[in-house]
């Protein structure tokens, strides 16, 4: 389902993956679970959600392939509130925060973008987009960072993306979603499969 979004400051853009069970069950249940969670919250309205994709594990070889989804919601609440919920439903699902950086996971509940909000500031969001790729398996921010800083480079995350919110536009690089994601190498799509509606 597609539609053309504004970039109202209240549009919530949301990406969800899986590739290990969780207390809810499967991947696929894990991402059902959470969207119906997420859609429960007060303050939001969900608005969209992608197809939900079969991906590779991110770096590849790092486990079992994943199950990717994208949500577009609506809500006047904080970002930092809403990404505190969405901790408290990848807890209640089972999720350790302790497992490492891109460890394979029962959820991940990823706050991708607000509107065309940019936290905490112009200047350290670029810092953590340009991080270069070894330093990323390394270092996480303490801090919430929006737009999220990887959100240009994954095809996993760009191709449900496009699905939902194809002409969000990124506040610091300029680039809608589909163009952010047809500028990606081919290979970063390969293996990814969509499920059939």
């Known amino acids: 389902?597609?539609?053309?979004?504004?970039?109202?400051?209240?549009?919530?853009?949301?990406?969800?993956?899986?590739?290990?069970?969780?207390?809810?069950?499967?991947?696929?249940?894990?991402?059902?679970?959470?969207?119906?969670?997420?859609?429960?919250?007060?303050?939001?309205?969900?608005?969209?959600?992608?197809?939900?994709?079969?991906?590779?594990?991110?770096?590849?070889?790092?486990?079992p392939d994943y199950v990717n989804a994208a949500m577009a919601l609506r809500s006047d609440r904080p970002a930092q509130e809403l990404l505190e919920e969405f901790h408290r439903i990848e807890a209640d699902l089972g999720r350790s925060r302790d497992g490492g950086r891109w460890a394979s996971r029962g959820i991940d509940i990823d706050l991708l973008a607000v509107g065309d909000q940019v936290h905490p500031d112009d200047a350290t969001q670029d810092r953590w987009r340009a991080l270069p790729p070894e330093e990323q398996t390394r270092t996480a921010p303490e801090q919430l960072i929006l737009p999220h800083p990887r959100l240009q480079d994954r095809g996993f995350v760009l191709g449900p993306l496009a699905e939902i919110a194809p002409d969000w536009v990124h506040p610091r690089l300029g680039l809608s979603v589909l163009e952010m994601r047809d500028q990606l190498p081919e290979g970063a799509f390969t293996g990814m499969l969509p499920e059939r509606p």
């Open 1 to 63: 389902m597609s539609q053309k979004y504004s970039q109202a400051t209240n549009l919530v853009l949301v990406a969800l993956g899986a590739n290990l069970p969780s207390s809810a069950g499967s991947p696929d249940e894990s991402l059902r679970i959470s969207a119906a969670r997420i859609a429960q919250l007060p303050g939001v309205t969900v608005t969209a959600i992608s197809r939900f994709w079969h991906t590779p594990a991110h770096p590849a070889g790092s486990g």
